[in-house]
């Protein structure tokens, strides 16, 4: 069964840090990878997708890597600002139609 | 991508009563997923909406708890029957958009206090 794991569980940084989070799963036999951010009491809203065949994908000051084969994707987060406090998802998908998500990391970015 | 609404954003509900969630999307779907997040918990599905047929449910989740309907390509509700406290979560609805690889798009979410 895919498990997702995400570390930190929380994390504080003063604003203009750069910063990663980590994900991990267990099972590397996957479709893609999504990173999601939420606000509090809110829905998710789409980061960056990666497939199973790409090593990252960019979004201004998102990167996200992939590495199937150890079972990890990291998001990294350039010159955080703190418009980017929310707690950040990482969901893998291990069927067309089933998506596992992990914890989650909440980020908080001080000014 | 996809534009999906859902509705209410938020309740406050006396226990034992009944909640329908409301989620419309921009586009013609297959699928429609509702997943559940209780307070400081990840996303857990809780049941996949196919129009046209009977909703399937993940283990631990049943039908008269949680009945669906998908009258059409484009619409699904969620009902979260005779409430409890533990039934306090935020209501996702989510679907799948399929283009070269398939992403997928939440709504805003429903926040759901029981008292």
């Known amino acids: 069964k895919q498990e997702v794991t995400q570390i930190p569980a929380a994390l504080s940084v003063p604003e203009g840090e750069n910063l990663v989070l980590n994900c991990s799963f267990t099972d590397s036999a996957i479709y893609n990878l999504q990173w999601f951010r939420q606000d509090p009491g809110k829905g998710l809203t789409s980061l960056l997708l990666?497939?199973?065949?790409?090593r990252e994908q960019t979004s201004g000051r998102l990167n996200a890597s992939l590495d199937k084969s150890s079972g990890r994707s990291t998001l990294y987060i350039a010159a955080s600002q703190p418009g980017d406090s929310a707690t950040y998802l990482c969901?893998?998908?291990?069927?067309?139609?089933?998506?596992?998500f992990g914890a989650g990391t909440r980020l908080t970015v001080k000014p | 991508s996809a534009v999906i609404s859902q509705k209410p954003s938020r309740d406050i509900c006396q226990r034992g009563t009944s909640l329908t969630i409301q989620c419309q999307v921009d586009s013609q779907v297959t699928m429609m997923f509702w997943y559940r997040q209780q307070p400081g918990q990840s996303l857990t599905l809780i049941a996949t909406a196919n129009q046209g047929s009977e909703a399937t449910y993940e283990s631990g989740f049943v039908i008269d708890k949680f009945p669906i309907s998908r009258p059409n390509l484009t619409f699904s509700t969620l009902t979260v029957s005779n409430m409890s406290p533990e039934d306090s979560s935020i209501y996702l609805c989510?679907?799948?958009?399929?283009?070269?690889?398939?992403?997928?798009?939440f709504g805003q979410g429903t926040r759901l206090t029981v008292v």
């Open positions: 969901a893998v998908r291990p069927g067309n139609n089933d998506m596992r």
């Open positions: 989510s679907v799948n958009i399929q283009g070269g690889n398939t992403e997928a798009f």
């Open positions: 990666i497939q199973s065949s790409q």
